[in-house]
């Protein structure tokens, strides 16, 4: 059981560059998350995917698309890199029932630089 | 705006410390709360959490936290601290009926000296 996996671990990319970050998750969770970690500034969520098939924007989606291509993966896109987008990104996932247990499960990351 | 705030940037402690560390967010009604850790280089790993019940939630590694409703407050605690607690702490809430999104502080970055 591997949980929540990502690919890239490391990206170094040019402006106007564009590039997929993989997640995949093997718990058979319904709900999955991308989100980008800027010192000072916490986790900002970028979209997430509350089941297979839907997609929302988070706080801060511009500059990114995603696509939820089955229950099991989860990627975003950035269609042409800019240095604002040099972060830390982590793939997250969750299984809300009935209500509750919310808690999400982290992937290892992706540390991007946009030169 | 509605927000989770996590009023110590940076916290430095000697082993032996006691430490709390605190979270309020500014939302009406139900709400769950989780605190999160990030060792360094390391992916963001769950503490502790509240859904109902007792306010006074343990965790591992001898973690505790106290949810106050009246205050908006989900303060983590931990009676002496060890060096290996070195890491950056989040506090994430997650509003009722909203979705199945946390929101997250800006962390909490506590260092510990042997």
């Known amino acids: 059981n591997a949980g929540v996996t990502q690919t890239p671990k490391f990206q170094v990319l040019k402006t106007g560059q564009s590039m997929t970050l993989q997640c995949a998750q093997d718990?058979?969770?319904?709900?999955m998350y991308w989100y980008r970690q800027d010192p000072g500034m916490g986790l900002r969520l970028i979209y997430y995917s509350a089941s297979e098939g839907t997609t929302d924007k988070g706080e801060v989606p511009n500059g990114y698309n995603v696509s939820r291509l089955n229950k099991r993966e989860f990627s975003l896109r950035l269609e042409s890199a800019a240095p604002s987008q040099t972060s830390v990104y982590f793939c997250?996932?969750?299984?809300?029932?009935?209500?509750?247990?919310?808690?999400?499960?982290f992937g290892p990351g992706t540390r991007l630089t946009v030169t | 705006a509605q927000s989770v705030s996590q009023h110590n940037h940076h916290v430095i402690l000697s082993e032996a410390a006691s430490l709390e560390l605190g979270c309020n967010y500014s939302?009406?009604?139900?709400?769950?709360l989780f605190w999160y850790v990030q060792y360094p280089g390391q992916h963001l790993q769950l503490l502790l959490k509240y859904f109902s019940g007792d306010p006074l939630v343990k965790g591992i590694k001898g973690f505790e936290a106290e949810f106050i409703k009246s205050k908006f407050s989900f303060n983590l605690r931990k009676p002496s601290v060890q060096w290996s607690d070195t890491a950056e702490y989040f506090c994430?809430?997650?509003?009722?009926?909203?979705?199945?999104?946390?929101?997250f502080g800006k962390g909490t970055t506590l260092s510990v000296s042997s």
């Open positions: 718990m058979n969770h319904n709900s």
């Open positions: 997250a996932s969750s299984n809300p029932r009935g209500g509750a247990d919310y808690e999400q499960y």
């Open positions: 994430a809430v997650k509003r009722y009926q909203a979705g199945t999104a946390l929101i």
């Open positions: 939302y009406g009604g139900t709400v769950n």
